[in-house]
């Protein structure tokens, strides 16, 4: 392999397969390779064999829970926003040629003991067991002056100016309780904490107009979810890459990132083979993370880790309408903590289990030294369990830029419910290997529209 390429991209995560999809179709020439014999990395979706070859390498998976290829485990839950920036991307590139989407069923918020569904609208807000009488009617008055907001018509401000005033200013300004402020800031906002409240409410403003018209172009939920598990991504955008002359080489062990005398990257090696290249991305794994010897180039970001619970289940869960698919948030205010809890549920309607299996994943920031403790208030919300899956992984963000050396550091997998902050470290790599802004035209998103049956 003494090619010179552009471009070698080094793991098969979601954020590598989009930006070496995008750089193949920019014209660069370039190499993909993963350790791994599956697409995906830490965003891979696995089955039964790898799942236990992953969790417990002694252990085979139990005939009970049906056929290995039925499969297809997320390592990472998120949900794709209907409206969102990755759907964006997905159309822009027509990948969603590759992919069939289905709705999620529902989105849920804990509250007081129980969960409910999350109103995110003025009628559902009318109807929504969360709120009492009089604090429906503050709520709706809330989402009318949302829905409604028009930056060049001051009559619609209301006398609040998004970009100074707080959110604290805004939820004050409609009278609105502790406990409406919660679902609104974390089951709509999508707020991992409560540090939002004190800041400007735009961004605020922004998520909640993403929630309620990614809400509005399905019914059930904000979110869609490709058949087949979000495995499926990575690989699409391979593909895409592929017809644009792209390499890909799985099972490929990485020995060895080269770099000159002034550290700048040269070549990688795998076993016996060299290969050379102007620039090099990858994911944390191949930099040193979790190494002594990383010489520096990441770090664990001061969130520090999450944890994750992949569990099986042998029935919906309580509460939900016996829904074949749901998110629900449990609000850290709600549980005494400073992060919030996410139960990420999917099932055989989504072709990522056997029937009548349902894949549920609890998952949070770690805060304490007894993470398993920490989601046991969404472990609780499941039922019994069939098997559990646990993880605890640090976040782990690069030291540099890589103008200097060339060499293009991915974050890790962070623990939103979504893919918004995936397509924003997109963005920031694109901006730093390419040294402009990356431009995505909006088509019509006739593919995820149609989809089959009751799909989005
Ligand atoms: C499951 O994964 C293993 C390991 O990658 C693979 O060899 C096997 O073919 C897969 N099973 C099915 C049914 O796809």
Same mark, same amino acid.
């Given at each position: 392999?003494?090619?010179?390429? /552009?471009?070698?991209?080094?793991?098969?995560?979601?954020?590598?397969?989009?930006?070496?999809?995008?750089?193949?179709?920019?014209?660069?020439?370039?190499?993909?390779?993963?350790?791994?014999?599956?697409?995906?990395?830490?965003?891979?979706?696995?089955?039964?064999?790898?799942?236990?070859?992953?969790?417990?390498?002694?252990?085979? !998976?139990?005939?009970?829970?049906?056929?290995?290829?039925?499969?297809?485990?997320?390592?990472?839950?998120?949900?794709?926003?209907?409206?969102?920036?990755?759907?964006?991307?997905?159309?822009?590139? $027509?990948?969603?040629?590759?992919?069939?989407?289905?709705?999620?069923?529902?989105?849920?918020?804990?509250?007081?003991?129980?969960?409910?569904?999350?109103?995110?609208?003025?009628?559902?807000?009318?109807?929504?067991?969360?709120?009492?009488?009089?604090?429906?009617?503050?709520?709706?008055?809330?989402?009318?002056?949302?829905?409604?907001?028009?930056?060049?018509?001051?009559?619609?401000?209301?006398?609040?100016?998004?970009?100074?005033?707080?959110?604290?200013?805004?939820?004050?300004?409609?009278?609105? $309780?502790?406990?409406?402020?919660?679902?609104?800031?974390?089951?709509?906002?999508?707020?991992?904490?409560? /540090?939002?409240?004190?800041?400007? !409410?735009?961004?605020?403003?922004?998520?909640?107009?993403?929630?309620?018209?990614?809400?509005?172009?399905?019914?059930?939920?904000?979110?869609?979810?490709?058949?087949?598990?979000?495995?499926?991504?990575?690989?699409?955008?391979?593909?895409?890459?592929?017809?644009?002359?792209?390499?890909?080489?799985?099972?490929?062990?990485?020995?060895?990132?080269?770099?000159?005398?002034?550290?700048?990257?040269?070549?990688?090696?795998?076993?016996?083979?060299?290969?050379? !290249?102007?620039?090099?991305?990858?994911?944390?794994?191949?930099?040193?993370?979790?190494?002594?010897?990383?010489?520096?180039?990441?770090?664990?970001?001061? $969130?520090?880790?999450?944890?994750?619970?992949?569990?099986?289940?042998?029935?919906?869960?309580?509460?939900?309408? /016996?829904?074949?698919?749901?998110?629900?948030?449990?609000?850290?205010?709600?549980v005494g903590r400073r992060n919030d809890i996410y139960v990420a549920v999917v099932s055989s309607t989504h072709?990522?289990?056997?029937?009548?299996?349902?894949?549920?994943?609890?998952?949070?920031?770690?805060?304490?030294?007894?993470?398993?403790?920490?989601?046991?208030?969404?472990?609780?919300?499941?039922?019994?369990?069939?098997?559990?899956?646990?993880?605890?992984?640090?976040?782990?963000?690069?030291?540099?830029?890589?103008?200097? /050396?060339?060499?293009?550091?991915?974050?890790?997998?962070?623990?939103?419910?979504?893919?918004?902050?995936?397509?924003?470290?997109?963005?920031?790599?694109?901006?730093?290997?390419?040294?402009?802004?990356?431009?995505?035209?909006?088509?019509?998103?006739?593919?995820? $529209?149609?989809?089959?049956?009751?799909?989005?």
């Amino acid at each position: 392999m003494d090619e010179e390429y /552009d471009v070698i991209v080094l793991g098969t995560g979601l954020t590598e397969c989009i930006l070496s999809g995008l750089l193949s179709v920019d014209g660069k020439k370039v190499l993909h390779m993963d350790r791994n014999d599956y697409y995906g990395g830490d965003s891979a979706s696995l089955n039964l064999t790898q799942l236990y070859r992953k969790f417990r390498p002694d252990e085979s !998976a139990p005939t009970k829970l049906g056929r290995d290829r039925d499969y297809n485990i997320d390592l990472i839950p998120k949900f794709i926003f209907a409206s969102g920036e990755l759907t964006k991307i997905l159309v822009h590139t $027509e990948v969603t040629r590759y992919l069939e989407f289905k709705q999620i069923a529902g989105s849920f918020v804990y509250r007081d003991g129980k969960i409910s569904k999350v109103p995110s609208t003025e009628i559902e807000a009318v109807k929504s067991p969360l709120m009492g009488l009089f604090e429906k009617r503050r709520a709706k008055k809330f989402f009318e002056f949302l829905q409604s907001w028009k930056d060049d018509d001051p009559a619609t401000h209301q006398g609040i100016d998004l970009d100074k005033d707080s959110m604290k200013v805004v939820y004050e300004k409609f009278g609105l $309780e502790p406990g409406t402020q919660d679902f609104i800031g974390h089951a709509m906002a999508l707020y991992l904490d409560d /540090d939002y409240i004190t800041k400007a !409410a735009r961004p605020t403003y922004d998520r909640i107009i993403l929630y309620t018209s990614s809400m509005t172009r399905y019914g059930k939920s904000p979110y869609i979810y490709p058949l087949y598990g979000l495995g499926e991504l990575p690989q699409s955008f391979a593909r895409l890459s592929a017809i644009y002359g792209g390499t890909y080489m799985l099972d490929k062990p990485i020995d060895e990132i080269v770099t000159d005398e002034d550290g700048k990257f040269v070549s990688v090696r795998s076993g016996e083979e060299t290969v050379k !290249a102007k620039q090099v991305i990858g994911d944390p794994s191949y930099f040193g993370a979790g190494k002594e010897s990383d010489g520096g180039k990441v770090r664990v970001l001061e $969130e520090g880790k999450v944890i994750r619970a992949i569990c099986l289940l042998n029935h919906p869960i309580p509460g939900t309408d /016996d829904s074949d698919s749901c998110q629900i948030i449990i609000p850290q205010n709600q549980v005494g903590r400073r992060n919030d809890i996410y139960v990420a549920v999917v099932s055989s309607t989504h072709n990522v289990c056997a029937k009548d299996v349902y894949v549920a994943i609890v998952s949070t920031i770690v805060e304490t030294n007894n993470p398993q403790a920490e989601i046991e208030p969404g472990l609780k919300l499941l039922g019994p369990v069939f098997d559990k899956f646990v993880s605890v992984s640090p976040l782990y963000t690069p030291t540099s830029t890589g103008k200097a /050396d060339n060499i293009f550091i991915t974050r890790s997998y962070d623990a939103t419910s979504h893919f918004e902050t995936v397509v924003e470290e997109v963005h920031d790599v694109w901006r730093r290997v390419t040294g402009h802004d990356l431009v995505l035209k909006a088509r019509e998103a006739a593919n995820i $529209e149609e989809g089959r049956d009751e799909a989005p």
